[in-house]
């Protein structure tokens, strides 16, 4: 059995976690709220300050910066700045410090429903882009009962997907106490723990967006047991998060915005080398500490060993011929109706009673503003641009 010892690293997890949690609740944000408003009030031309973490979630805002893609839209634009863990990126959002962020699709349903936050998804960063990786003796997902795998926050994708998974394998997900022979035991980590904890065989697995997948293959201490992509199609993982505020009070500025991201991932998807190079600790810019070949396994879809990972069973639906990620900006409603349905479902620590009353069709429509996303998409080409089908509905997959 995997056991999961306390170290530095998971007690600093806790910590952040506990802030977070805080954080999402009416009365634990409402100080940064009121930091906010006067921010704003300061402000009301304030420049674009894009928040991100150092994965490949944040690439479509990091690559309109690096090519000046803001700039073409008459935007002044501060260099994007890093952060180390979900907590310091929502703490700086709520605060006003900073006004364009990559959330985690599920963080942003907390985020409005949970502590009041008046912000808005207006675009997808990206699709797929995660991967369940374990250790090298794991061959199915049913062999994980009894042991303890880590998931980036309770709200995120890879633990809806995650559950979703153990569940199909008659495993119970737990978040307190030692595991049974048919639970796992869930916990919180940073995703930079996560390999270091894998080596030290604290955990069986884990689940998290790229490059930590791919790390683990290139360091040869885990391997990818499947591809979220893989189970649920198309899916995103973080979406572009703004204020309402600008949505409203400055809607051409917030044009302008989205805009620059959606040019960015219409050029991507020509220029993925390209790409893994602006992401790489080699970089001028510097926006990430990871190197181009990790980033590039990702981003590169020839490198893509499909043939291997359908024989290892990474890939099961081989007809949806998914990239490790891809990249397009609208925010499908069916999507963000699905995933407050799957919610209502999954195991989350923390106050989640905002759940039980949430409509997904509401949330849909009140959570994402997808006007600028539309807009954006016609003027580079339509949807075409992207590889996907002309129109903005579709029906969401997902398999065991």
């Given at each position: 059995m995997t056991t999961f010892n306390d170290t530095p690293a998971t007690n600093e997890a806790r910590r952040q976690f506990l802030k977070l949690s805080s954080l999402f609740t009416a009365m634990g944000a409402l100080p940064l709220l009121g930091m906010q408003r006067k921010a704003f009030a300061a402000d009301p031309n304030a420049p674009l300050r894009i928040g991100y973490l150092p994965i490949t979630d944040a690439t479509p805002l990091l690559v309109a910066h690096n090519n000046g893609l803001f700039e073409k839209q008459g935007l002044q634009v501060e260099k994007p700045r890093?952060?180390?863990?979900?907590?310091?990126?929502?703490?700086?959002?709520?605060?006003?410090?900073?006004?364009?962020?990559?959330?985690l699709s599920p963080m942003t349903v907390w985020a409005r429903y949970g502590s009041q936050s008046k912000a808005k998804v207006v675009a997808w960063n990206h699709m797929s882009g995660s991967?369940?990786?374990?250790?090298?003796?794991?061959?199915?997902?049913?062999?994980?009962g009894g042991t303890t795998v880590a998931i980036p926050f309770w709200y995120s994708i890879h633990n809806v997907v995650l559950q979703h998974l153990l569940k199909g394998k008659g495993l119970e997900p737990i978040s307190d106490g030692e595991p049974t022979?048919?639970?796992?035991?869930?916990?919180?980590?940073?995703?930079?723990?996560?390999l270091p904890a894998l080596a030290?065989?604290?955990?069986?697995?884990?689940?998290?967006?790229?490059?930590?997948?791919?790390?683990?293959?290139?360091l040869k201490v885990g391997k990818i047991l499947r591809f979220t992509g893989d189970v649920w199609k198309d899916h995103a993982c973080c979406v572009v998060l703004m204020h309402e505020e600008d949505t409203v009070n400055r809607p051409e500025w917030t044009q302008g915005v989205?805009?620059?991201?959606v040019q960015a991932q219409a050029w991507i998807q020509e220029n993925r080398e390209e790409t893994a190079r602006i992401l790489s600790k080699d970089h001028e810019q510097r926006y990430t500490p990871h190197p181009f070949n990790t980033l590039a396994e990702v981003l590169v879809p020839a490198k893509l060993d499909r043939a291997r990972y359908e024989a290892d069973g990474a890939i099961v639906?081989?007809?949806w011929q998914e990239k490790r990620i891809d990249f397009q900006p609208y925010p499908f409603p069916s999507y963000t109706e699905e995933l407050v349905r799957r919610l209502k479902d999954t195991l989350v620590s923390g106050k989640n009673e905002f759940l039980e009353t949430l409509d997904p069709a509401f949330a849909a429509k009140d959570l994402v503003d997808d006007r600028f996303a539309r807009k954006?998409?016609?003027s580079v080409g339509g949807m075409s641009v992207f590889g996907m089908p002309p129109g903005y509905e579709r029906q969401e997959t997902i398999t065991a």
């Open positions: 890093l952060f180390r863990s979900w907590a310091q990126l929502v703490e700086a959002f709520l605060a006003g410090q900073v006004n364009a962020v990559h959330l991967g369940l990786t374990v250790q090298h003796d794991i061959n199915d997902v049913a062999q994980l022979a048919k639970q796992v035991k869930l916990v919180v980590m940073a995703p930079s723990d996560m030290n065989k604290q955990i069986s697995g884990y689940t998290v967006a790229e490059p930590f997948n791919a790390s683990a293959e290139l989205v805009n620059g991201i639906n081989k007809a954006a998409i016609e």
